[in-house]
């Protein structure tokens, strides 16, 4: 799983000025598997398919990047019905190269995934895009560094003089540096490799690189499921500020404004969704398979297990997020530079989930 929170921070501000979405017909024309069957779930009921689904209102999800667990939820929803029951036809697309932000931003879908480090330019200034983070969709940042077992680099410090793969993006470097810094590190001694890796297990096999930024829900679990032994460490449990929001779902302000009971509707049922992932990690597993059986199924159920005490962890209604840890990391870009001024409260909001 690409981590698409870092890579699109620059394209966002490109993309920001665009008069139209850049997405090409090929990737955010068609649903995918679990679109196509939501669709048909959406008119089992007696009647013609045009009959039921007209009194069905139409969402559209745009996730983004290609179908994993963080979207078990979304999955689960479509199969067992929640969305139909609620009123709602949900298409769930591809996202167009420069991520979800855009198209929800102009009305094209109503709602996406995004991440909150990534949605920072989105926020303020003349970049800035009409969108909201309604919900998190875990509650704790599970992101870090990965490296072969045994190699040193279990702290932060034994990043020194070590091949590490870069977005080569300002937010990203200076997270590093950071819980170096913290650790007794230099970050200018780090080797900085400019790389977009899609198989961590190779990489660090061929050491090609030593070190790799992952989110742990995939690629560590990956590590788990073949084998290959690592060392890691979460900059959330080096650096309180780092426990932000990744990933989030968002919403259009103006449909947020114009609709606001499809709103509460659609997190109804997508947070029954991913209630049911929490409570049967196997079953939403084999439904994510079910819509997307290019995936590993090995690599899915571990992966599933392990998010089960991820998705809602220390919070009693899921989607919540805490507006203190929102607006600590937005202090930190603040402070070091990283954004245009953020104020406190601003991109997110509770006021849609399930009371």
């Not at 997307?292 to 209604?317: F, R, T």
């Amino acid at each position: 799983m690409k981590n698409r929170s870092l890579i699109i921070l620059t394209a966002l501000v490109a993309a920001a000025a665009l008069t139209a979405c850049g997405s090409k017909s090929s990737q955010t024309g068609g649903s995918t598997a679990a679109g196509e069957t939501g669709s048909t779930a959406a008119v089992e009921t007696s009647g013609t398919a045009e009959n039921n689904t007209q009194d069905l209102k139409k969402v559209t999800f745009v996730l983004d990047w290609t179908p994993n667990t963080n979207h078990t939820g979304l999955y689960v929803a479509q199969e067992k019905g929640y969305f139909k029951d609620a009123g709602l036809e949900v298409e769930i697309v591809q996202p167009p190269e420069d991520g979800a932000e855009v198209l929800v931003a102009s009305g094209k879908a109503q709602f996406g995934i995004s991440f909150q480090d990534s949605m920072a330019p989105a926020l303020t200034g003349e970049a800035s895009l009409p969108i909201t983070a309604v919900a998190a969709v875990i509650q704790h940042n599970t992101s870090g560094i990965i490296s072969r077992e045994g190699e040193g680099m279990d702290s932060p410090k034994g990043l020194e003089g070590k091949k590490y793969a870069t977005w080569d993006l300002p937010v990203e470097k200076a997270m590093v540096e950071d819980v170096m810094t913290a650790a007794g590190g230099d970050f200018s001694k780090v080797q900085l490799i400019p790389s977009t890796v899609t198989d961590e297990v190779s990489a660090l096999q061929s050491k090609s690189v030593d070190a790799i930024w992952i989110f742990y829900a995939w690629a560590g679990v990956k590590m788990e499921v073949e084998n290959f032994p690592t060392d890691y460490f979460a900059f959330a449990d080096i650096n309180p500020v780092f426990d932000y929001y990744t990933p989030v779902v968002i919403a259009g302000n103006e449909f947020l404004k114009q609709d606001p009971e499809t709103a509460r509707a659609f997190l109804s049922a997508l947070s029954q969704g991913y209630e049911d992932a929490v409570n049967n990690p196997e079953e939403a597993g084999k439904i994510l398979l079910k819509a997307a059986p290019e995936l590993d199924e090995e690599l899915v159920l571990a992966s599933q297990k392990y998010l089960a005490d991820q998705y809602k962890a220390d919070v009693d209604v899921w989607g919540y997020m805490d507006p203190e840890r929102w607006n600590r990391f937005y202090g930190w870009l603040n402070e070091k530079g990283l954004s245009e001024e953020i104020p406190e409260n601003t991109g997110f909001t509770n006021d849609y989930l399930p009371q």
